[in-house]
């Protein structure tokens, strides 16, 4: 379906302010657990999802080789422009942009992403671990220095080439073939790393947005606040809210943002598995499809993958403990210089 310019604009300007199924064992060596579920279809053995930072230099290699890996496979869904399967990912994406931002679908789908993402780097790629998070209160003002932009064990440096382009890293050489936006152009994965738009990530902006007393006013704060600082501190391809899959970092980011969906939900269980809100489009327009029409976001409501998994409800990404997901989070652990023992003398 082709987006009307009006609403290119639209989303342009709203830029970020608004904006596990199955698993089957691999031949790789096993540092996680593969998530499972016992005959009642209850979660028993959960993924681990953890900080990057706290990923030994092993776990970050693994991670960014299966990411490499899904990057080499050929497309599964043949969607428009889609040459390999982490461009079915950025598909998926890149067409429903306008119905899952800026709404009460922005989380819900979002979160369906991020286990896409782990399921096919696990599947079709023997990734043992989990999908790692972003921990970005750490990283507030000094992003461009981060261990994340490691050439080796990270994701490359902020876009020093020629138009932006990441000039190190293992996927300086990926050829994207979706972006930027709506349009499918063969480029590079671009960056334009800024310290000063990482604060809405700060644990200050963090915990505001916790202390949210619903989901109608929490997803816009975690919208606005720390989802817009990850993708802008980054910027370039994974600025754009309509083609950002198209940095792996995008899944580092809103993994990080997921935990934090996941970090409000836990502190009112289960209430919070059933609280939704907002509409189920940004937009009020009558070229969106019918069933993505300016109306309030159910639990019954479908998350459309585009055939790269399968579809799951709202209600089915509601619980990360449930039939469809299964995985926790890992609090980030500081340095231990962070928390130095009070026993300690300086001149002792
Ligand atoms: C990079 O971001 C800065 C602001 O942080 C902006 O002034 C500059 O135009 C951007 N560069 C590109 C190539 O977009
Ligand atoms: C919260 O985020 C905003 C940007 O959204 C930033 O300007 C502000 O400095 C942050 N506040 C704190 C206390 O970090
Ligand atoms: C949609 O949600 C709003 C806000 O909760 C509520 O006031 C309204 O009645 C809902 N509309 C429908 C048709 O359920
Ligand atoms: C996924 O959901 C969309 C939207 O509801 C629907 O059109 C599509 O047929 C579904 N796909 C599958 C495989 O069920
Ligand atoms: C977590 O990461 C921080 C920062 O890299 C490090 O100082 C700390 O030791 C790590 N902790 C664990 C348990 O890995
Ligand atoms: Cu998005």
Not at 142 to 153: A, H
Not at 236 to 254: C, K, Q, R, T, W
Request: proline content about 7%; some cysteine.
């Amino acid at each position: 379906m082709r987006l009307t310019h009006t609403l290119l604009c639209v989303l342009t300007a709203f830029s970020f302010e608004l904006g596990a199924a199955t698993p089957t064992p691999f031949h790789g060596h096993s540092f996680a657990p593969s998530p499972s579920s016992d005959m009642q279809g209850k979660c028993t053995q959960k993924l681990q999802r953890r900080a990057w930072q706290n990923l030994s230099r092993a776990e970050k290699k693994a991670y960014l080789d299966a990411e490499l890996c899904l990057m080499s496979l050929p497309t599964k869904t043949g969607l428009p422009a889609a040459v390999t399967r982490f461009d079915d990912l950025i598909k998926a994406h890149q067409m429903q942009a306008y119905w899952v931002h800026g709404d009460g679908w922005f989380l819900p789908f979002h979160r369906l992403l991020m286990s896409a993402h782990e399921l096919l780097l696990r599947q079709e790629c023997g990734y043992a671990g989990a999908q790692p998070y972003w921990e970005e209160t750490v990283t507030v003002g000094k992003v461009s220095t981060c261990e994340l932009l490691d050439p080796v064990y990270g994701f490359g440096g902020g876009g020093t080439g020629p138009g932006g382009c990441i000039s190190d890293g293992p996927f300086k050489d990926y050829v994207l073939h979706t972006g930027p936006g709506e349009e499918n152009t063969v480029q590079c994965i671009h960056r334009n790393v800024s310290d000063t738009n990482s604060w809405g990530s700060s644990q200050a902006n963090v915990t505001e947005c916790l202390q949210k007393p619903s989901f109608a006013t929490a997803w816009p704060c975690l919208e606005k606040r720390p989802h817009w600082a990850g993708h802008n501190a980054i910027g370039g391809e994974v600025a754009n809210p309509i083609s950002s899959p198209g940095d792996p970092l995008f899944y580092l980011h809103h993994t990080w943002l997921d935990k934090l969906w996941w970090n409000w939900q836990a502190l009112d269980l289960p209430a919070r598995l059933e609280d939704i809100a907002g509409h189920t489009s940004s937009v009020k327009n009558p070229a969106l499809p019918a069933d993505y029409s300016f109306v309030n976001a159910t639990l019954d409501d479908v998350l459309d993958m585009y055939g790269v998994v399968a579809n799951a409800t709202v209600r089915d990404v509601m619980d990360i403990r449930g039939e469809r997901l299964c995985f926790e989070y890992v609090e980030y652990q500081p340095p231990a210089e962070e928390n130095p023992k009070k026993t300690w003398w300086p001149w002792g």
